[in-house]
């Protein structure tokens, strides 16, 4: 951690604690993100944006996770690439695991759906892991934020990962790309990029 908050494009790899996490985490990732982006006219669309994809991927950490080991956040501003990209990782049981059955107890149909779709379908939807009715939502609305500004999202979890790209304002499954026979990883891995395009 050479840095300590020193470069404004820069959040070292920060714990996300499940009793209690540290309660300036998102602060730092956002002033991050409006240092980083301060000449930009739409900051602060980028910064809610932000702010709301943040707190919907550590919440999770803390309600979603089942395990007892920190969480991890980190962001990056890449001039060059003009890009934002945040991260979020666990190392509880998997957001499919989760998913999955929470999904298809909704929709039948989709029992044999690859986990590309069964993501997309989630995300679209607002499905809650718990089946609880107001929950899942979060994870929706980071999702319509995250597509605004053209971002990727990059799920990775046990010994496979998803690619969802954006295309016509959603993720999409025709759209998504699978990568599997990865080494394995335990929990979730969640990395949105977000084009800073103009």
């Known amino acids: 951690m050479a840095y300590r908050g020193g470069n404004g494009g820069l959040v070292e790899i920060?714990?996300?604690?499940?009793?209690?996490?540290?309660?300036?985490?998102?602060q730092r990732l956002i002033v991050a993100v409006q240092q980083a982006c301060s000449t930009r006219s739409d900051v602060r669309s980028l910064v809610e944006a932000t702010r709301t994809t943040l707190s919907e991927l550590v919440s999770?950490?803390?309600?979603?996770?089942e395990t007892d080991l920190d969480g991890f956040a980190?962001?990056?501003v890449y001039r060059k690439r003009n890009n934002l990209v945040v991260t979020v990782a666990d190392s509880g049981?998997?957001?499919?695991?989760?998913?999955?059955?929470?999904?298809?107890?909704?929709?039948?149909?989709l029992a044999e759906a690859g986990n590309v779709e069964i993501l997309c379908e989630a995300i679209r939807r607002g499905v809650s892991s718990t089946g609880e009715d107001g929950r899942g939502m979060g994870l929706k609305g980071s999702a319509q934020k995250a597509i605004k500004f053209r971002s990727t999202l990059d799920i990775r979890t046990e010994r496979q990962g998803v690619i969802l790209f954006p295309?016509?304002?959603a993720y999409e499954p025709a759209k998504?790309?699978?990568y599997d026979n990865l080494p394995y990883l335990a929990g979730t891995h969640m990395t949105i990029t977000f084009s800073l395009a103009a």
Not at 14 to 26: A, Q
Not at 60 to 65: A, F, K, L
Request: net charge neutral; hydrophobic share 40%; glycine share 14%.
């Open 60 to 65: 999770n950490v803390g309600d979603h996770s």
């Open 176 to 178: 998504g790309m699978l």
């Open 74 to 76: 980190a962001l990056q």
């Open 93 to 109: 049981v998997g957001i499919l695991r989760k998913l999955r059955p929470a999904l298809v107890a909704e929709v039948p149909a």
């Open 167 to 169: 295309s016509a304002g």
């Open 14 to 26: 920060e714990p996300i604690n499940r009793e209690g996490c540290d309660p300036g985490l998102r």
